[in-house]
Structure formats: structure tokens, C-alpha cells
């Protein structure tokens, strides 16, 4: 009987490894996506800074530790047997949540997901025993510690609107002080600031976050405690003289130096607040594992009332567990999809919108223009001018778009400080409120009161944020269903069932791995579309040429896919092209929303070049249009099961398909040489293509005269047929276009 729970203990070791690289993926959100976005430092710095923060962190995650083992349920009321599939269900959920959520570049909250789960598990187990001693459902008080459990999830409720309000408010002020010219104000101003965010970091992560790893004396911190506003005060004081130092005399950014000290603030409190959502579980059931092994009593009747009593936490474990998510850290590639989310979220700029704008998004705009613009006539005009003054943009031109950060240091120290305080607090009050919905609706506050949400944005913006926000809620929901369940199944199955449902975890989260790894190498071969950000007539040339070779490639992809799942009759392969084209429609649409900026930035001389531009996005977008007919079309007919194309007219589409095939890849290929006397001769092929396409569409209305039955696919064949037409008189238009505009930039 002893082989299972060993068993259930090195699972769970193995789970926990598996779950803390999943949760920092998820959680490099947190601490990362300020300083990435501000681009203040470099990367590789931000990542050193952030590495020493979680090292600390680990060490200062024990006290925390009491939630996973007695903060939702009374371990009293349960059996060793029992805690140990509540412990089981918890982890194979939460592996498997965060995982999907990574997959889809999603934050979501590890703290939510691992105190739904254990309150899942746990009150499922309790109606169980309840069922099996015939007792009422109203007892299932004495099992689950319905107080601390609500003041868990409303403290991390709360701590939604807390951290929006008030990230909004301070970034606000933090602005009409500083405005957006903050590097041209007088030092002292910036050893003001510098004096208010560097005092608030040591307060609130060097005393209360170091105070759990006992590197501080004790002595020390009981000081600080009892004397708060002395410390403060004097701490202020000294961070001022050394802000205005560090910026009057030798005149290095303060900004920079707050950034870096709030990542590791941050990553340190991440790391203090959230080991417990990957370990605490299983050092729980480590724990009640050791006192059991040793009683000799049956697991079904030996009490877990121990897990109530304090537990020494083990500071190598807490070490080896913050290795863990350093290398994480360094190597994750979804922990920078998440990153990369709440970054654009945030962006003062435009921006490649993710979301899509909703009923709601709208309405919410609206309605909060209306309320804006009722407060603007309340205000005094002067104020309403001072306001507006402070908030305009700086003048800093960027060569490049990818070069320009997505915003400010000024707002990227703000998100790091107010973040950090939060977090710190909860944790020192032994809350644990979620870091992610801490740090993402900071972000979002402070990106709303610097006016980044605007006319252009802001339903986007807002959109996407509802959308993270019901996905937390969909995190709890899940949470405590999945597990729930799983715990059910496991008591019912028993070992087979544990055994069972541990392996289908593993394999789940292998076949994600390589169906993520085989997407972004897809991605890399399949590079985005490129905004054009050249000034003048040639460097435009030179750019439209990278798109077009892009475009061509991944026609000559769809329409070959297109063709094959016709072939075979698979509705996925046609799916999948139907998706590969509105990915491409995307992008187009992308490149036109550009227009604007592009031709802002075109030189006086190089004017003429927008129209070419103008041009040339006209034509991609027209072969797209092509295309998506063609993948419509199919997929449908396909997908209603209509009869499958007969033999002659699958062999003709594919001899269409080869002859173009050619021409596609070999017009892509001169575009990326530069090889403008091939792309002139690929010009005369034009006749060569329009005659074999229509010698098929003869052919196929001397087999309709005679042979056809089926109207579904002689309409679908001369629909296809006459589509491919289109598709080769809309390359040939932009093979000419580029062609004559190249000779006259000659």
C-alpha cells in the first residue's frame, strides 16, 4: 500500500518542477513587462537583475507556505488517503491550466488558479465523507474554512480594483508633475522622485520581503516596524541625496536606476508571494507523507491534524525551486508571448492590435468619452490647458518603429514601484493576493491615465484587457471544476485512476510542447509582413520587394493546400489554409492602417513613392481576396459534404497548381535576389498561364455537355478556375507595377 504514495510523492516532486517552469512562464509577465517595455536597459540586464530578485525571493517564501496547508481546509477533518488525492487533483489541474493559458500567450493568475483548485478538491472530498457518514451539507463549514477561504478570494478581487485605481491616480499625477519632457526637468526634481520610489522599494521588499529569509537581524526589522514614519523619513532623505548625485553629478539617468532596482523589487515579491503556488502543495504532501510513514496506522485512518501545526520550511528546497525558475526565465520562449501581450496592451504608440473590439468595448468607450467630455467643461480652462500641456507627447524620433519603446521610463518606474508595494504588503500580512492581477491592472491604470488608450486604440486596448479579466475568471471557474473532478475520479478509481490521470497529464503537456515548437518554427519560415519605414523612393522599392517575395511564398503555400484537401476531401486541411489566408488578410490590413505614419515620414523628394506604396498594397490585397475566395469555396463544399471532385478534374487543377507552383516560387525568388532583367521576363509568361487555365475551363464545359451530373461541382470547378485567372492577372499587374517604377527610379 506504502509503493502508492511513494509513488504520489515523486509525481508530485515532478509535477512541481513541471509546474513552476509553466507558472513562470506565465508569471514573467509580472516583473518583466516594464522594464522590456520602457526599453531603459539592456534585455540581458533586465534578465540578470530579475534572476537575483527570484533567488532572493525563494528564500522569502516560507511563511507563505501555511496557505497551501491550512488555509482552505481544516486538515483535521480529513485522512492521509484523502489529502493525497486533494493534493494529486490540485497539481494535474494546475500543470494542465497554466499551460494552455501560456499556449495562447494569456496572463492568467497562478494564485487564483492553485486556491480554486485546492477548494475544488477539498469540497468535493468533504461532500464525499458527508455522503458516505449520511450527515447534512451544512457541515461542510467544519471541513472548509469558509472565512479565510472568502477573505482569500475577496482580498484578490479587491486587490483588482485597488491596483487599477490606484496605478491610474499616481501615474496621473506622477505625469502633470513630470510630463513627457521629464528628462529636461532640474535635477532636483528627479531626486525627488527618485527619493519617493527607491525609499518606498526598501521598505516594503528589503524589510518585509528579507524579513521571512532571515538575512536581516530581527532586531533590525522590529525597529522599522515600530518606527515607521523615523524610517521612512530617514530613508527618504538619503535615497534624495543620492538621487540627486547619481543624476546632477554624474549624470546618469535616475530613471533607470529605479527601474532596475523595481524589477528586482518585483521579481524578489514574485518569487516571495507565488513559490507557494508551485511547491506548497507538494511540500504539503511531503510533509503529511513523513508523519504518516511512521505511525503504522492504516492511511485511510491516520488524522492530518499535524498539518495544522507550523512546519520548518526547507531553505535548500526553496533554493533549488528559485534555480528552477530562473532557468525558466532564461530560456522560456512563451514566457515572451505573455510579455509580449500586456507590453502592447500598454504601448503609448500604435500598435498590431491582438484584440478585437466587442459590444462591450464599445459601449465602454463611449460611454467613458462622454463622462470625459462632461469634466472637461467643468474644469477651468486654464487647468484644462495645464493638464493637456503636461500630457503631450515628446518629440523623440525613432529611425526605426521596432526601436522606439512602448513606453516612457517615468511610467515604467511608476508600474514597478505601486506594484511592488502592493505585492510586498499582501505578502507581509500573509495574503496572497494575485501578483499577476496586480501588476497587469497597475499596467493598464497607468496606461489609461497617460492617455495610450486613445480615439485610434482604445477599444482594442479595452477590449483585450476584458478579455484577460475573463479569462481570470474563467481560471477560477475551471480551476475548481477541473479539479473537483479529478478528485472524484481518483477516489473513485483509486490507484489505477491516479496512475492513469498522472501519465494523461504528462502526455498532455508533451503534445503541446511539440505542437508549440512545431508552430513557431512554422513562424520562423513564415516571417510577418514588414511595415514600411523607409523615407525614400529606393529604400521603399527595396522594402515593397521583401513583402512581395513574403506574399508570393505564402500564396504558392494556400493555394497547394488548398488544392490538396480539395483533393482528399479533408475539411482540416481546408480549415487550415481558410485561417493561413485571414492571417495574411491581417497583416495587409495592417500595412494600410500604416498609410498614415509611412507618408508622414516619406522625404519631401520621395513623395511620389506613397503612391507606389499605395499601389502595391492594393495588389496584395486584391491576390488575398483571390485567395480567400478559393479557400472559401473549397472548404465549404467540403464541409457540406457535397460530392467529391472526380478524377480529370482533380488531375487538371493539379497540373494548374505545378505550372504555377513554378512561376510562384521563381517569382519569389527574383524578388528576394533583387533579379529585376527575371522579374521582366516572367512578365511574358502571362499568356503561357492564361492559356493553360483556359484550356481547362474548355475542357470542362465539353464534360459538362456530356459527362457532368453533379451542378455542385461544375459550379465549384469553374469557380476555382476562374478565381486562379484573377489570381494571375492581379501578380502579373504588380509584377509590372514594380517592374516600371524600379526603371524609373533608374
Known amino acids: 500500500m506504502e509503493n502508492i504514495y511513494i509513488f504520489m510523492i515523486a509525481a508530485l516532486a515532478i509535477l512541481a518542477i513541471a509546474d513552476l517552469v509553466v507558472g513562470v512562464s506565465n508569471d514573467a509577465v509580472n516583473f518583466l513587462n516594464s522594464a522590456i517595455g520602457s526599453k531603459a536597459v539592456t534585455f540581458k540586464t533586465v534578465m540578470v537583475v530579475a534572476s537575483v530578485g527570484i533567488a532572493f525571493g525563494a528564500l522569502s517564501s516560507s511563511g507563505m507556505m501555511e496557505v497551501a496547508r491550512k488555509g482552505i481546509f481544516d486538515p483535521s477533518q480529513f485522512y492521509f488517503d484523502e489529502i ?56 461542510i463549514g467544519e471541513y472548509i474554512n469558509t472565512d479565510k477561504a472568502t477573505e482569500i478570494i475577496l482580498g484578490i478581487l479587491l486587490s483588482v480594483f485597488i491596483a487599477f485605481t490606484i496605478g ?4 496621473f499625477l506622477t505625469r502633470f508633475l513630470l510630463t513627457f519632457n521629464f ?15 527607491v525609499s518606498s522599494i526598501s521598505y516594503f521588499i528589503i ?7 532571515n538575512i536581516l537581524p530581527p532586531e533590525f526589522s522590529s525597529w522599522a516596524n515600530d518606527n515607521l514614519i523615523q524610517f521612512l523619513g530617514a530613508n527618504f532623505i538619503i535615497w534624495t541625496a543620492v538621487s540627486w548625485v547619481f543624476h546632477a553629478i554624474l549624470k546618469q539617468n535616475i530613471y533607470k536606476l529605479v527601474i532596475i532596482l523595481g524589477t528586482f523589487a518585483l521579481a524578489m515579491a514574485f518569487a516571495g ?5 508551485f511547491i506548497g502543495v507538494p511540500m504539503a504532501a511531503y510533509n503529511s507523507f513523513i508523519a504518516w510513514s511512521g505511525s503504522g496506522i492504516l492511511p485511510s485512518a491516520f488524522s492530518m491534524e499535524q498539518l495544522a501545526e507550523k ?31 500586456s507590453v502592447d496592451l500598454s504601448r503609448q504608440d500604435e500598435v498590431k492590435e491582438r484584440f478585437k473590439p466587442n459590444w462591450v468595448s464599445q459601449h465602454l468607450v463611449r460611454g467613458v468619452i462622454i463622462a470625459n467630455n462632461g469634466v472637461n467643461k467643468i474644469l477651468p480652462a486654464k487647468l484644462r490647458q495645464s493638464i493637456n500641456k503636461s500630457f503631450e507627447p515628446s518629440t523623440v524620433i525613432h529611425t526605426k518603429a521596432s526601436e522606439a519603446p512602448a513606453f516612457d521610463m517615468v511610467r515604467a518606474a511608476v508600474n514597478l514601484v505601486i506594484a511592488s508595494v502592493l505585492i510586498s504588503v499582501a505578502t507581509g500580512l500573509k495574503l496572497p493576493l494575485s501578483t499577476t492581477y496586480v501588476t497587469f491592472m497597475v499596467a493598464m491604470g497607468t496606461s489609461l491615465a497617460d492617455r495610450a488608450w486613445g480615439a485610434e486604440s482604445a477599444v482594442y486596448r479595452v477590449a483585450g484587457v476584458l478579455n484577460v479579466i475573463s479569462g481570470w475568471f474563467l481560471t477560477a471557474f475551471s480551476a475548481f471544476t477541473a479539479a473537483g473532478i479529478l478528485a472524484y475520479l481518483m477516489y473513485l478509481g483509486g490507484n489505477i485512476a491516479i496512475i492513469g490521470l498522472f501519465f494523461l497529464a504528462i502526455a498532455m503537456l508533451v503534445r503541446n510542447y511539440l505542437s508549440t515548437k512545431k508552430k513557431n518554427k512554422e513562424a520562423k519560415i513564415e516571417e510577418d ?13 527595396e522594402e515593397s520587394a521583401d513583402n512581395i517575395a513574403k506574399t508570393i511564398i505564402r500564396t504558392d503555400k494556400i493555394y497547394t493546400g488548398t488544392l490538396k484537401g480539395l483533393a482528399k476531401n479533408k475539411v482540416g486541411s481546408l480549415r487550415k489554409s481558410r485561417a493561413t489566408v485571414e492571417k495574411l488578410n491581417e497583416e495587409i490590413d495592417e500595412l494600410r492602417n500604416n498609410i498614415f505614419y509611412f507618408i508622414k515620414n516619406l522625404e519631401e523628394t520621395s513623395v511620389r513613392g506613397s503612391n507606389f506604396y499605395i499601389e502595391i498594397l492594393g495588389y496584395l490585397e486584391d491576390i488575398t481576396q483571390s485567395l480567400e475566395y478559393i479557400a472559401k469555396v473549397s472548404y465549404k463544399h467540403v464541409n457540406n459534404n457535397h460530392k467529391p471532385l472526380r478524377f480529370n478534374q482533380i488531375r487538371d487543377l493539379q497540373e494548374i497548381d505545378n505550372k504555377l507552383c513554378d512561376f510562384l516560387q521563381e ?22 498561364l492564361y492559356g493553360h487555365v483556359t484550356d481547362k475551363i474548355q475542357k470542362q464545359v465539353e464534360r459538362t455537355r456530356s459527362e457532368e451530373s453533379s451542378p455542385k461541382n461544375t459550379t465549384l470547378y469553374f469557380g476555382l478556375l476562374l478565381e486562379t485567372k484573377d489570381l494571375i492577372e492581379e501578380i502579373m499587374n504588380l509584377l509590372e507595377l514594380y517592374n516600371t517604377e524600379h526603371k524609373r527610379s533608374k
Do not use: C, H
Not at 508571494?273 to 503556488?277: A, E, G, S
Open 168 to 171: 491610474a491616480i499616481i501615474q
Open 529 to 541: 509582413l514588414r511595415k514600411a519605414e523607409s523615407k525614400t523612393i529606393s529604400g521603399i522599392i
Open 667 to 688: 517569382t519569389a525568388q527574383a524578388f528576394k535576389d533583387r533579379n529585376y532583367n527575371k522579374i521582366e521576363k516572367l512578365l511574358g509568361r502571362k499568356q503561357e
Open 84 to 139: 493525497m488525492i486533494i493534493f494529486m487533483a490540485v497539481m494535474i489541474t494546475d500543470i494542465i491550466l497554466l499551460d494552455i493559458f501560456n499556449s495562447l500567450g494569456m496572463p492568467t493568475s497562478t494564485t487564483v488558479s492553485i486556491v480554486f483548485e485546492l477548494l475544488g478538491a477539498s469540497v468535493v472530498m468533504s461532500i464525499i465523507k458527508i455522503s458516505n457518514n449520511s450527515d447534512s451539507l451544512a457541515q
Open 207 to 213: 524589510i518585509k520581503g528579507l524579513k521571512g529569509a
Open 183 to 197: 528628462e529636461k526637468k532640474p535635477s532636483w526634481i528627479a531626486a525627488v522622485f527618485g527619493g519617493f520610489a
Open 273 to 277: 508571494n507565488d513559490l507557494v503556488n
Open 311 to 341: 512546519v520548518p520550511t526547507q531553505p535548500i528546497l526553496l533554493l533549488v525551486a528559485g534555480l528552477i525558475m530562473v532557468l525558466t526565465l532564461w530560456f522560456s520562449k512563451k514566457a515572451r508571448r505573455v510579455v509580449k501581450t
